[in-house]
Each structure stands twice: as C-alpha cells, then as structure tokens.
C-alpha cells in the first residue's frame, strides 16, 4: 500500500501518521489531538520524542498508510475516503 496525504487531520486521532513538510518526512508518531478545524495537530510522545506540535500553516503534511485490518473489517479507511470523495450513499446523508 502507498502512502496518501489526509487533510481532515481532526479525524486521525489515535492513528498511526507521517509528517511531512517539504516533500520530507518530519517525523512519524500516533496523533494524540488535533484541532477540529485540522489547522494543527499533536503527536503523542514516544522514545526519541516528546508530544510535538505541527501546523498546517507552517508547511506541515500529514500522510497515513491504510493497514488492512483482522476481521470482517478490510480497511481502517475505504479508498473513496482518502481521496476525500463521497461516496453516493455518503452524498444522500450529507
């Protein structure tokens, strides 16, 4: 599986994530929060790191990895999703 950029960063609490800034990666982490508008985002601590802030307006980029998942479950996310398309189910509920 490729990596995908995600822009609804406040949907990816307590998902694994690469930041990215520059076409370069930042750093990698679980998101512990962010704010519900996706302007930032924090990754949780870990062991070569503390809880780090990242703003969508300093540059930051935030890209997940779609693992599939045990169980009747495929995917943590359908491929619609990531490319931030709704799917015509979704559309009539919106």
């Known amino acids: 599986m490729k990596w995908f950029r995600f822009h609804d ?3 990816l609490v307590g998902i694994p994530v690469e930041v990215r800034k520059d076409f370069q990666l930042v750093r990698a982490g679980v998101v512990d929060d962010a704010m ?14 503390g809880r780090a802030l990242f703003s969508a307006a300093e540059g930051y980029e ?8 045990g169980g009747q479950l495929c995917y943590k996310m359908a491929s619609v999703q ?13």
């Not at 519900?36 to 790191?49: C, F, G, P």
């Not at 935030?62 to 998942?69: D, G, K, M, Q, S």
């Open 62 to 69: 935030v890209w997940i990895h779609p693992r599939e998942l």
């Open 82 to 94: 990531l490319a931030g398309r709704k799917t015509a189910a979704a559309a009539g509920r919106a």
């Open 36 to 49: 519900q508008d996706s302007s930032a985002l924090w990754l949780a601590a870990d062991m070569t790191a």
């Open 9 to 11: 960063w406040s949907r």
